[in-house]
């Protein structure tokens, strides 16, 4: 067993975990934040992306070991004091959600896009930045339209990412 | 104009929970003393088990039982079953082989259930379960469909000889033969319909637990009709009286078909909490989902059309073979039959059909429905042969389409099918409007400046949709009755709570079935709640699959509210003091017709609750009504897709430059959601023709179990879409709703195959049409070219 500390969600978190624990199990299991998705088991789907010290990364493939002392963001996270974050506006304003499941990570690596490209996003840039999340249901267009809307908002309202 | 009422875009309801990570799926939920399943699972195709040594895994750390098919039978736990009977055309009954949940002497695929570990944690039970020894006899394996019934291949079941489940047809062939003896032409295809793997992002789950005192079970799991679940499980499988079985599909992630089938987890996870005393998780890792989900499609098929010399089809002739896979799942056996051949006619009248159908046991996972499930394989087949048919008798292919539509409404086909209504000609020409099909030439010419290959492609498709009239299904062979049912609460402060026994996976239910509320009864939708998915709150259902739940569930919704109405009627009519004959409801508003008295639908509730103002001996108390509701007929959603490509011959590369669809739903509840329906059904007929599809090897091995080897349809791979709808209402159904769940998976192969073949010029390309197909078929025709 191993004993590791994050800040997850704003808040300080501790544990003694076996060393083979992943990350989203710690998150999933330990601390019941079960809005991360486990949709695969070969890094492919990105239903458990998270932000792990700003960055997008899919907790399904780190340890959570190797997370000792980062600052992890969640779906949950986003809206700590219950207002919506402009990509979740989107989203839900875009339909571009029908089972939810892949929706977190999309919307983690959304954001995650928007940071790192900018919030003026063009669709094929839009469409290749999401090529690590898989969703059935809704054929992306929505949530291309949404990630497009949301970096937008993004830019009109730059949130206050009160967990990173 | 309601803001929240039918017609409405109304922003979905579920949505908040799911954008915040505050859905509830079956691996959200954790019961107190949960314990983990994790199964042993074949890794042959074929094999005969000679000994499960579970010595070692049994002293494993945190192992709390080990249970293999001796143990399920010495319990009397049955085997799963398929729910519809199918007569082959010699009249004998379907040839079936035994189901167990977990493997008797045999193990017949590659991820076919061995034995179930149980431990503390998941990481323990998955720790023990390489610890089961198996002793396997290896078997050789049949694992093609086209010579799985031929002599010498190993047999699957003695149950079915030749591993021929069923050998059915449809139509009348004599008057078939006749049609083609007097053809000016005839257009043959060769078609395969490849096989998929569903792969909702959600992987299945479950959780089964047993109540000691009460001694009732639980069942929490990943499906799309848990009373369809509970009724097996009891009925059939026996694991418990459906009083003492209460079965939950909490949230769920997607399904396409795979989830509406009864699994050997379920059982195995429901039975076993009892024996371990604790509730028993199990959850599908992704390899398992590709080794053991029911598959889709998986058709061989040849198809002839004749034609006068006008083109006009006279006569259809179809044979297909269908890869049922190492067992029959709950409803395979329906697929490539009764959900297949009746919509051969297409959009197009034709007076003689004839299809015949070969049910076959391979050694592959079990193939059930999947989005469209037997449609898009007829309308691959009908879409297909017509666009052959025209090219090679020189007409043009929406040309060929609009001479044989179906003009007039009701239309009997030789197929069973009755269409009740449509308008195939409008759909035709606004989708050629809105492709700017004009000016394809140009476009087409321009991109042969640039060295590349510029196609189009229609899908004229037709879908029966609101499966179905019960009586009708039951004399098909149907083992239960396709109606819904609808119950509606209503409170004393006038809000609404209602029970349907639809289930949504994605859907919207709770937006659209409250959207119907809000319009009936006037009121705000917030006060509406749908439940579902659970049954001891929803008394039956028989759940959501086939786009039936605004045709069939709606409708005893719909049937539900109309009995609301008319008990607050008469209410408010004792209440307001006026005759009940000459109480009007608008808008949310009772009133007396020639008074000033009204009272809102919130005032009748309370009354009658209160129930001083009228005599119970004559009203009883309380506002709450049931419904069930069998509808009378299928609906029959159609439109027209069509597919414009650039393929570029260097690489293979097929770029979609543009979509347009055309649908007609009939009446729409919520077009917001309804655009979304046809989104994701055409990525995932996209995703058929040019990315997907299961491979085996020779030697039964799934070669495509994981995401890095199944090429499923992702963001950049796709395109924008353009949809449009028309509408005929339907006449079948009170909301003249028709149903949009599956209409792009059955639209999009077809005309993305007929937009490649256009373009190389090429008929014999089979899906998927990856670039390497593609550049073969490219190159093919060049030569072929310079040879001419």
Redesign the interface.
Same mark, same amino acid.
């Given at each position: 067993m191993a004993a590791i500390g994050m800040i997850v969600n704003g808040k300080a978190v501790t544990a003694e975990v076996e060393p083979r624990l992943l990350l989203v199990q710690f998150l999933r299991e330990n601390l019941r934040l079960t809005g991360t998705h486990v949709g695969c088991d070969t890094s492919q789907c990105g239903a458990c992306v998270v932000h792990v010290n700003g960055l997008a990364i899919k907790s399904c493939t780190a340890l959570a070991v190797s997370c000792d002392g980062a600052t992890v963001t969640t779906i949950e996270g986003l809206s700590p004091a219950g207002q919506l974050h402009p990509m979740q506006e989107a989203f839900r304003e875009c339909h571009a959600l029908q089972c939810g499941f892949c929706t977190p990570g999309m919307i983690m690596s959304a954001i995650d896009a928007v940071n790192r490209k900018g919030t003026s996003l063009d669709e094929a840039t839009v469409r290749a930045e999401l090529e690590g999340n898989l969703c059935r249901c809704t054929g992306y267009h929505n949530i291309v339209r949404a990630v497009q809307a949301g970096a937008r908002a993004m830019a009109v309202r730059p949130l206050v990412q009160a967990a990173e | 104009m309601n803001e929240t009422g039918v017609g409405q875009s109304v922003?979905?309801r579920?949505? *908040?929970? *799911?954008?915040?990570?505050?859905?509830?799926?079956t691996?959200?939920i954790?019961r107190p003393g949960q314990a983990y399943a994790v199964f042993v699972r074949s890794p042959h195709a074929h094999a005969a088990i000679k000994s499960v040594d579970i010595d070692a895994a049994a002293k494993a750390p945190g192992v709390l039982g080990i249970f293999t098919g001796k143990d399920l039978a010495a319990d009397k736990i049955g085997t799963l079953i398929c729910g519809w009977m199918i007569h082959s055309k010699d009249g004998s009954p379907m040839k079936a082989g035994v189901h167990p949940a977990l493997a008797g002497d045999k193990v017949r695929y590659v991820g076919d259930h061995v034995a179930v570990v149980i431990a503390e944690t998941q990481?323990q039970a998955r720790d023990a379960a390489e610890l089961v020894a198996v002793d396997y006899d290896v078997l050789p394996a049949s694992v093609s469909p086209q010579t799985t019934q031929e002599a010498g291949q190993p047999l699957l079941h003695e149950a079915a000889p030749n591993n021929t489940v069923y050998q059915w047809h449809l139509g009348d062939s004599a008057a078939v033969d006749a049609a083609f003896a007097g053809a000016k032409h005839v257009a043959t295809v060769a078609l395969s319909n490849n096989r998929l793997i569903p792969?909702?992002?959600?992987?299945r789950a479950a959780i089964g637990e047993y109540d000691r005192g009460s001694g009732g079970y639980t069942l929490y799991t990943t499906s799309q009709n848990p009373h369809v679940a509970r009724l097996v499980l009891s009925a059939f499988i026996g694991i418990a009286p459906e009083n003492k079985l209460r079965v939950i599909a909490p949230?769920?992630?997607?399904g *396409?078909g795979s989830k509406i089938f009864i699994y050997a987890e379920e059982v195995v996870c429901t039975w076993a909490s009892r024996k371990v005393g604790r509730p028993v998780k199990w959850?599908a890792?992704?390899?398992e989902s590709f080794l053991a989900d029911a598959h889709g499609r998986d058709h061989i098929t040849t198809a002839e059309a004749a034609m006068d010399a006008d083109g006009k089809i006279l006569a259809l002739r179809v044979k297909t073979k269908a890869n049922l896979g190492a067992y029959l799942s709950t409803f395979a056996s329906s697929v490539p039959t009764y959900l297949y051949a009746p919509l051969l006619s297409g959009q197009y009248d034709i007076p003689a059909i004839y299809c015949e159908v070969d049910g076959v046991y391979t050694n592959t996972a079990p193939v059930d429905a999947y989005r469209g499930a037997g449609r898009p394989e007829a309308t691959f087949v009908i879409e297909r042969l017509v666009e052959v048919a025209a090219r090679e008798m020189g007409i043009d292919p929406a040309e060929f389409r609009m001479r044989n539509f179906i003009r007039s409404f009701p239309h009997q086909t030789p197929v069973l099918s009755n269409y009740d209504t449509g308008d195939y000609p409008l759909c035709m020409k606004m989708a050629l409007e809105n492709a700017d099909h004009a000016g394809f030439p140009a476009r087409k010419a321009a991109s042969a400046k640039a060295g590349k290959l510029r196609g189009i492609g229609f899908s004229a498709y037709i879908e029966a949709c609101g499966i179905a009239p019960s009586r009708a299904v039951g004399s098909l062979g149907a083992g239960v009755g396709l109606w819904e049912s609808a119950e509606v609460r209503v409170n004393p402060v006038g809000t609404v709570e209602v029970l349907t026994g639809s289930h949504s996976?994605?859907?919207?239910h709770e937006t659209t079935f409250a959207q119907l509320v809000s319009q009936r009864l006037g009121i705000p939708i917030d006060q509406v709640s749908i439940v579902h998915g659970d049954t001891d709150k929803v008394q039956m259902g028989m759940g959501t699959y086939g786009s039936r739940s605004a045709a069939v569930g709606m409708s005893a919704l719909d049937k539900a509210l109309d009995k609301i109405v008319a008990k607050a009627t008469k209410v408010a009519s004792r209440v307001m003091e006026v005759p009940e004959d000459t109480v009007e409801f608008t808008d949310g508003v009772f009133s007396g017709r020639g008074t000033n008295k009204t009272m809102t639908f919130g005032d009748v509730s309370l009354q009658a609750y209160v129930a001083h103002k009228f005599d119970t001996a004559e009203i009883e108390p309380g506002l709450k009504e049931g419904a069930f509701y069998d509808p009378k007929n299928f609906t029959f959603p159609s439109g027209v897709h069509i597919a414009e490509i650039e393929i570029d011959p260097e690489t293979g590369i097929t770029k979609i430059e543009r979509w347009t669809a055309v649908d007609d739903f009939g009446n729409l509840i919520n077009p917001?959601?309804v655009?979304?329906?046809v989104?994701?059904?055409?990525?995932?007929g996209i995703g058929q023709a040019m990315l997907e599809g299961a491979v085996y090897d020779s030697a039964g091995q799934l070669v495509t179990a994981? *995401?890095?080897d199944y090429c499923?349809?992702?963001?950049?791979d796709?395109p924008?879409?353009d949809v449009t709808m028309t509408n005929t209402p339907c006449p079948s159904n009170p909301l003249g709703v028709k149903g949009c769940g599956e209409a792009?998976a059955i639209a999009a192969p077809a005309a993305l195959i007929n937009a490649i073949t256009d373009a190389l010029r090429h008929e014999n390309i089979a899906m998927p049409a990856t670039p390497q197909a593609v550049w073969r078929a490219a190159a093919a025709s060049r030569q072929q070219l310079a040879a001419e």
């Open positions: - | 922003r979905r579920e949505d *908040f929970r *799911f954008i915040t990570g505050a859905g509830q799926y691996d959200d954790n990481n792969n909702a992002i959600e992987p949230d769920v992630g997607g *396409f959850v890792d992704r390899t996976h994605g859907q919207g917001m959601i655009d979304g329906q989104h994701g059904g055409i990525a995932q994981s *995401f890095m499923m349809p992702r963001a950049d796709l924008s879409f792009g």
